[in-house]
């Protein structure tokens, strides 16, 4: 079962790059179209194809037409 952290919120992704923690997995959407039907297909677009991302923990950034991923630990060796 995947569990991850969705937010608009770019300050709660530096908090991650600190390294302080290692999972929940955390989505962040900076997308131009913010209605539900949007963020979802995003959403879902970044479960089918970055499971295993999401499922060992990341930070994934989503905006319009691209997707960033960090692998967790952020910061740390």
Not at 8 to 37: C, H, K, W, Y
Not at 67 to 72: A, V
């Amino acid at each position: 079962m995947l569990s991850f952290v969705l937010t608009f919120d770019l300050d709660f992704g530096e908090t991650l790059a600190l390294g302080v923690m290692d999972r929940p997995s955390v989505v962040i959407f900076r997308l131009s179209n913010e209605q539900p039907i949007s963020v979802n297909n995003h959403l879902g677009a970044v479960i089918e194809k970055r499971s295993e991302e999401l499922a060992a923990g990341a930070l994934i950034l989503i905006e319009d037409g691209r997707c960033w991923i960090r692998k967790f630990p952020i910061g740390r060796q």
